[in-house]
């Protein structure tokens, strides 16, 4: 039996397909486990696709198999309208943060004499920065994740927490005598440096913001009401507490770590037992110059009395437990020369200025330019040319500017006028509305925004135009090959030209004529995104894509349309306006129609949303926690279906929310199927079918 299978009873009575279900499941945590956990993994990614998709066709055709701590939960659900709030069993607490040694031995004088017992060992963690979360399991299984909120209540995000692929969603092993019916585990969900970059580069390349650090984008990733966009980013979780409401856990911290990495969470492979003071002293040191070599950031150290009982005695100070505190680090600083401020234009004409700065090494890179933003965060430090400035890399991993070493300044430090033309060769003057800080320049013709531009066009996620990377753009754009979009797909009828040019061939230009050619079969959503208009990220060019069907339809949009679109603001609004007034970009647009893109959304995409429900006639009543009464008649009626207001012989489904009354007796007399919210929620993502459910009881 497989040590994943904790709560087996008689596996005999289990029908076939219930057993396969079953089977499977185990066999993918076992799989998530050995390769997200132990870094070990049991069976090749072809192996775990083909045992997923399996799970995934038997719980699609028995929706009644899909459990919920089916690995397949882990890509996402159905979109939420907003979080359930959740009041926490026991208040979340915060941590008092210190500084300096002083004030770590003075913490450990409290401890002493509030024990007034001299032996009190400590446990030492790593303060990792991220957002603290609370998960409850019910008999081994994830329940509920709840974010710390205000310490007393906060928002349930358990489907965003599924998709953290090392947290097990049934516990490994029960190492108690008997089932847990409850118990609460905490931790916290951060994300690793390398992966917080790449983010935030396809974040930059797609025009959408960018996130200041790892923190900042885990917490925005667990507000995220789209648990599916969660699953694209790869959060991790570390566990560091554990009440299961028995004796065991009663007893010592660093024991409860160990519970927690026999039941399979994910813990710290870098906590440490220490006996006294001195040695939180040295540990603390030691992490200060070894925490560059971890692959995501901390903020300090977290200090904790390891006995239970100790820490009872001393139980807490408002929200802070007086048994533990957090050693805090400084942010990490250099001292560097800055040599010159150039520019850098974004595809949108956004000029930004770039620090360039004398190489200076710092927290595990080297630093050679940084961005300062805007004029006026330049005017605000009053930085110069020619300074000694100060670098710093905090919980960011972005490397800031924060300011001059005044006694470092020379009498030729210059002060920095900013442009108000543009970089590029055309020198085109910028435009500045009053008000913003930003500067932008405006020339459709403008190269270094044409560069990228292409370079967005081209990316994966948009045209996907393998070999048109940022060099080959460079090369095209210097020898006036490419000038705009549209001149990519023309590029075949420079085939000479091209097999002229430096290192190209005859394989390589084909290649490349062959992938320009295969990126007309893209999706109309992917053509949306890849044309760059300001403000329409990968979403919300899905989102136009399936409401308007067509590239003329949006074009005729007014921007009141564009507004009645829940995800669509002012600004995005005002932006694809302003796109299709746009001359150049009109230009640009029929000759990428005349060169056989697709402007049309296939009829599967659309069609999938409308005839769903057609014919069917649903009533809703009770409250519904999930959605408001009115989405959820706006997602019945987006896929043709009917809402009525009282049962009848005619109504096909009946939605029951919390509190259903006299509607629900009436539809149980007449053998309508029955829905929960939950039930209906499933349905709309499509892990459920509708025709699953019957009426009879
Ligand atoms: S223990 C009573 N342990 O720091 C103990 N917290 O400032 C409360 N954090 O909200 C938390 N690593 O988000 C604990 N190993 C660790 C931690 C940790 C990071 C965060 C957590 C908490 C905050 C308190």
């Not at 994943?4 to 499977?24: K, M, V």
């Not at 009982?309 to 802070?320: D, E, F, K, S």
């Not at 990519?488 to 000479?496: Q, V």
Request: with cysteine; proline share 4%.
């Amino acid at each position: 039996m497989s040590q994943f299978d904790i709560f087996s009873d008689d596996s005999s009575a289990l029908s076939p397909n219930e057993q396969r279900a079953r089977q499977l499941r185990m066999l993918l945590h076992s799989a998530d486990h050995a390769y997200y956990v132990d870094a070990h993994p049991i069976m090749s990614d072809r192996e775990y696709d083909t045992l997923f998709k399996e799970l995934e066709q038997l719980e699609q055709s028995h929706p009644e198999l899909c459990t919920p701590d089916s690995p397949t939960q882990r890509v996402g659900g159905a979109p939420l309208k907003e979080f359930n709030q959740i009041a926490h069993k026991k208040q979340m607490l915060s941590l008092s943060n210190t500084y300096s040694e002083q004030e770590v031995q003075d913490f450990d004088q409290r401890v002493t004499d509030g024990l007034d017992n001299p032996l009190h060992p400590y446990v030492c963690e790593l303060k990792v920065d991220g957002v603290a979360i609370s998960l409850i399991y019910r008999n081994g299984i994830l329940h509920q994740a709840i974010t710390r909120g205000d310490g007393e209540v906060g928002d349930e995000i358990t489907a965003n927490i599924k998709t953290i692929k090392e947290l097990p969603l049934m516990i490994h092993e029960n190492p108690f005598d008997t089932v847990i019916e409850e118990m609460e585990i905490r931790g916290e969900v951060y994300m690793e440096d390398a992966a917080f970059i790449a983010l935030n580069a396809q974040r930059e390349a797609n025009g959408e913001k960018t996130f200041a650090n790892p923190r900042n984008l885990t917490a925005g990733t667990l507000k995220q009401l789209n648990s599916k966009e969660v699953a694209k980013r790869p959060l991790k979780i570390v566990c560091y507490y554990l009440d299961a409401n028995r004796e065991e856990t009663m007893i010592s911290h660093a024991d409860n770590l160990l519970l927690l990495k026999r039941m399979g969470f994910p813990t710290s492979t870098h906590a440490r037992k220490v006996e006294n003071i001195q040695q939180v002293l040295s540990i603390i040191d030691e992490w200060n110059k070894q925490r560059e070599t971890l692959p995501f950031g901390i903020d300090g150290i977290v200090i904790k009395l390891d006995s239970i009982p100790q820490q009872r005695i001393l139980g807490n100070v408002a929200r802070a437990p007086k048994w533990a505190i957090a050693y805090k680090y400084e942010a990490q600083q250099a001292e560097t020369l800055l040599k010159d401020i150039t520019y850098q234009v974004g595809r949108t004409g956004i000029v930004t200025p770039v620090a360039e700065l004398e190489p200076v090494f710092l927290a595990g890179s080297t630093i050679s330019r940084a961005t300062l933003h805007n004029e006026d965060f330049i005017n605000s430090l009053d930085i110069r040319i020619g300074d000694t400035v100060f670098v710093e890399k905090g919980g960011d991993v972005i490397p800031k500017i924060t300011g001059y070493n005044p006694s470092k300044r020379s009498n030729d430090a210059k002060t920095f006028e900013f442009t108000h033309v543009c970089p590029c060769p055309l020198q085109t003057s910028l435009h500045h509305v009053e008000g913003e800080v930003q500067y932008m320049c405006l020339h459709p013709e403008c190269p270094w925004q044409i560069r990228r531009r292409l370079e967005h066009f081209a990316s994966r996620d948009a045209l996907n135009i393998d070999g048109l990377g940022e060099k080959v753009i460079d090369q095209f754009v210097e020898i006036g090959l490419l000038h705009s979009i549209a001149d990519i797909y023309k590029l075949n009828l420079h085939r000479e030209q091209l097999l002229g040019l430096d290192r190209w061939g005859v394989k390589s230009v084909d290649r490349l004529l062959e992938s320009i050619e295969q990126s007309k079969q893209q999706p109309f959503r992917k053509v949306l995104f890849g044309l760059g208009i300001r403000h329409v990220g990968e979403g919300i060019a899905k989102t136009l894509a399936q409401h308007f069907g067509s590239i003329e339809s949006l074009q005729a949009a007014t921007i009141e349309e564009l507004l009645s679109i829940k995800e669509i603001g002012s600004s995005i609004a005002v932006s694809i306006i302003e796109f299709f007034k746009d001359e150049h970009e009109s230009e640009m647009l029929t000759s990428l129609i005349q060169a056989g893109l697709s402007f049309r959304s296939s009829l599967e995409e659309q069609e999938q949303k409308t005839n769903e429900f057609a014919g069917l006639t649903f009533v809703l009543t009770g409250e519904l926690s999930l959605m408001t009464r009115k989405e959820a008649i706006e997602e019945i009626e987006k896929r043709g279906g009917k809402v009525t207001g009282s049962v009848s012989k005619k109504t096909m489904y009946l939605i029951a929310g919390e509190q259903a009354g006299s509607k629900l007796k009436s539809a149980q007399e007449l053998s309508i199927p029955i829905l929960s919210e939950d039930d209906f929620a499933q349905v709309l993502q499509g892990t459920k079918q509708l025709t699953s459910f019957t009426g009879l009881s």
